[in-house]
């Protein structure tokens, strides 16, 4: 009537017949498994060959941001230069000369953490406008008072501290936007290109900025303050 606990085991063959199967089932998983995934990585490596680092360049957005971040650096970098020229012009003082380097970095110390934490609460685009607007006002204040004669060393190196303070403010949101200009898929050839656009512009903006301060101020003498 039925088996109790006192029945002998299984025979030692039927054991080793079912420990087989089921051996068998696992390697047949196993080699699915492996196989889904070696063509798995087939597919993503010949994606990844046949997607050229230009690819982010088709889309439009991008493309313009690009060519304005060059610009954008490249008048910054010719800037500085041109700042610390014009300070060699005020003073012969060594430590107001240094000065202009504090004033132009100082504010990324001061500012990078408020302007990560900006980019992620409020909205972009009225950042970018925003910061955008301030370096436009202290540019254009620099530009008045330079060519007028007035500049002083006290004035440019306020000025300096603002246009670099907005710098500071909007470079978190500026390179914050590109996920949301390319696929995800094309972020990390974005990525490169945007980097590639930095140097590109530190790289030739101190040389140019050098060539036009030697080219257009061989006749200049700032009023002393």
Same mark, same amino acid.
């Given at each position: ?182 696929? *995800? ?37 700032? *009023?002393?303050?």
């Amino acid at each position: 009537n039925g088996f109790s606990s006192s029945d002998p085991p299984a025979p030692g063959p039927i054991r080793l017949r079912v420990t087989l199967d089921l051996t068998s089932r696992q390697i047949s998983l196993l080699t699915r498994h492996a196989s889904d995934y070696v063509a798995g990585g087939m597919t993503e490596t010949s994606r990844d060959e046949s997607q050229s680092v230009w690819t982010p360049l088709r889309l439009p957005l991008f493309r313009n941001r690009l060519i304005a971040s060059i610009i954008s650096n490249t008048g910054s970098w010719m800037q500085d230069t041109a700042g610390t020229w014009l300070m060699t012009a005020l003073t012969s003082s060594p430590l107001l000369i240094a000065l202009m380097q504090t004033a132009a970095s100082l504010p990324v110390l001061l500012f990078g953490l408020p302007a990560g934490a900006t980019a992620d609460i409020l909205d972009r685009r009225r950042l970018l406008l925003f910061w955008a607007s301030w370096m436009l006002v202290a540019a254009i204040a620099l530009s008045i008072l330079t060519l007028s004669g007035m500049i002083g060393i006290g004035s440019l190196l306020l000025l300096t501290f603002l246009l670099s303070a907005g710098n500071a403010m909007n470079g978190p949101t500026w390179q914050a936007i590109v996920p949301e200009l390319v696929p *995800r898929k094309e972020l990390p050839e974005a990525i490169a290109l945007n980097s590639a656009a930095f140097n590109i512009a530190r790289a030739v903006g101190p040389a140019a900025g050098g060539l036009i301060v030697a080219a257009v101020t061989l006749n200049y003498t700032p *009023r002393p303050s």
